[in-house]
Protein backbone atom coordinates (compact mmCIF):
# COMPACT_ATOMS: atom_id res chain seq x y z
CA UNK A 1 0.00 0.00 0.00
CA UNK A 2 1.00 3.76 -0.44
CA UNK A 3 -0.05 6.69 1.78
CA UNK A 4 0.07 9.99 0.00
CA UNK A 5 0.15 13.55 2.01
CA UNK A 6 -0.18 16.70 0.26
CA UNK A 7 -0.12 20.22 1.32
CA UNK A 8 0.77 23.71 0.25
CA UNK A 9 -3.04 24.60 -0.60
CA UNK A 10 -4.46 27.84 0.16
CA UNK A 11 -6.10 31.05 -0.84
CA UNK A 12 -4.24 33.19 -3.45
CA UNK A 13 -4.94 36.50 -5.52
CA UNK A 14 -5.03 36.28 -9.41
CA UNK A 15 -1.57 36.44 -10.32
CA UNK A 16 0.08 34.52 -7.36
CA UNK A 17 2.00 31.51 -6.70
CA UNK A 18 1.65 28.27 -4.83
CA UNK A 19 3.37 25.29 -4.35
CA UNK A 20 2.09 22.38 -3.74
CA UNK A 21 3.91 19.52 -2.00
CA UNK A 22 3.28 15.49 -2.11
CA UNK A 23 5.03 12.73 -0.03
CA UNK A 24 4.70 9.28 -0.70
CA UNK A 25 5.21 6.35 2.35
CA UNK A 26 4.32 2.55 2.38
CA UNK A 27 5.52 -0.54 0.74
CA UNK A 28 6.47 -0.03 -2.27
CA UNK A 29 9.14 -1.25 -5.08
CA UNK A 30 9.33 1.88 -6.98
CA UNK A 31 7.30 4.80 -7.60
CA UNK A 32 6.77 5.01 -11.59
CA UNK A 33 4.79 8.22 -12.35
CA UNK A 34 3.50 11.03 -10.16
CA UNK A 35 0.44 12.97 -11.10
CA UNK A 36 -1.40 16.06 -10.32
CA UNK A 37 -4.96 16.51 -10.61
CA UNK A 38 -7.69 18.65 -10.29
CA UNK A 39 -11.47 18.90 -10.01
CA UNK A 40 -13.59 22.04 -9.70
CA UNK A 41 -16.91 22.17 -8.42
CA UNK A 42 -19.22 20.49 -11.17
CA UNK A 43 -15.99 19.54 -13.65
CA UNK A 44 -14.62 16.32 -13.90
CA UNK A 45 -11.23 15.21 -12.31
CA UNK A 46 -8.76 16.29 -14.51
CA UNK A 47 -5.09 15.31 -15.14
CA UNK A 48 -3.15 18.63 -14.67
CA UNK A 49 0.76 17.58 -15.10
CA UNK A 50 2.87 14.22 -14.71
CA UNK A 51 6.74 13.34 -14.38
CA UNK A 52 8.36 9.66 -14.81
CA UNK A 53 11.44 8.53 -12.81
CA UNK A 54 13.49 9.94 -15.57
CA UNK A 55 12.11 13.63 -15.31
CA UNK A 56 10.37 13.26 -18.22
CA UNK A 57 7.13 16.02 -18.41
CA UNK A 58 3.23 16.40 -19.45
CA UNK A 59 1.32 19.19 -18.88
CA UNK A 60 -2.40 20.11 -19.78
CA UNK A 61 -2.74 22.85 -22.33
CA UNK A 62 -4.66 25.32 -19.36
CA UNK A 63 -1.02 25.13 -17.80
CA UNK A 64 0.96 25.04 -19.70
CA UNK A 65 4.07 27.77 -19.16
CA UNK A 66 2.44 28.43 -15.74
CA UNK A 67 2.85 25.14 -13.85
CA UNK A 68 6.25 23.35 -12.90
CA UNK A 69 5.96 19.59 -11.62
CA UNK A 70 9.20 17.90 -9.92
CA UNK A 71 9.97 15.22 -8.28
CA UNK A 72 12.16 13.95 -5.65
CA UNK A 73 13.10 9.85 -6.12
CA UNK A 74 15.03 9.72 -3.17
CA UNK A 75 12.24 11.45 -0.74
CA UNK A 76 9.69 9.87 -3.18
CA UNK A 77 8.14 13.36 -3.39
CA UNK A 78 6.16 15.58 -5.94
CA UNK A 79 6.34 19.41 -6.14
CA UNK A 80 3.57 21.19 -8.19
CA UNK A 81 4.51 24.99 -8.26
CA UNK A 82 2.00 27.10 -9.66
CA UNK A 83 2.92 30.75 -11.19
CA UNK A 84 0.53 33.62 -12.47
CA UNK A 85 -2.88 31.68 -10.98
CA UNK A 86 -6.12 32.74 -12.63
CA UNK A 87 -9.07 31.90 -11.31
CA UNK A 88 -10.28 28.76 -13.49
CA UNK A 89 -7.17 27.21 -12.05
CA UNK A 90 -9.74 27.70 -8.72
CA UNK A 91 -10.01 23.36 -7.86
CA UNK A 92 -9.21 20.54 -5.12
CA UNK A 93 -6.16 19.37 -6.63
CA UNK A 94 -5.09 15.58 -5.85
CA UNK A 95 -1.51 13.70 -5.99
CA UNK A 96 -1.15 10.64 -7.38
CA UNK A 97 1.27 7.89 -8.32
CA UNK A 98 1.62 4.94 -10.18
CA UNK A 99 3.86 2.34 -8.26
CA UNK A 100 5.10 -0.99 -7.74
CA UNK A 101 3.90 -2.46 -4.65
CA UNK A 102 6.35 -5.20 -2.93
CA UNK A 103 3.80 -7.72 -3.99
CA UNK A 104 4.89 -6.71 -7.50
CA UNK A 105 1.41 -5.52 -8.70
CA UNK A 106 1.11 -2.15 -10.28
CA UNK A 107 -1.29 0.14 -8.57
CA UNK A 108 -2.33 3.63 -8.85
CA UNK A 109 -2.85 5.74 -5.33
CA UNK A 110 -4.72 9.06 -4.37
CA UNK A 111 -4.11 11.95 -1.73
CA UNK A 112 -7.01 12.94 0.41
CA UNK A 113 -7.07 16.62 -2.37
CA UNK A 114 -5.79 19.77 -1.07
CA UNK A 115 -8.07 23.05 -1.69
CA UNK A 116 -6.79 26.37 -4.20
CA UNK A 117 -9.00 28.96 -4.34
CA UNK A 118 -7.83 31.93 -6.66
CA UNK A 119 -9.64 35.37 -5.89
CA UNK A 120 -9.61 38.76 -5.13
Known amino acids: QVQLVESGGGLVQPGGSLRLSCAAS????????MYWYRQAPGNERGLVAS???????YYANPVKGRFTISRDNAKNAVALQMNSLKPEDTAVYYCAVAATTTEKSDNKYWGQGTQVTVSS
Open 51 to 57: ILRSGFT
Open 26 to 33: GSFLSINV
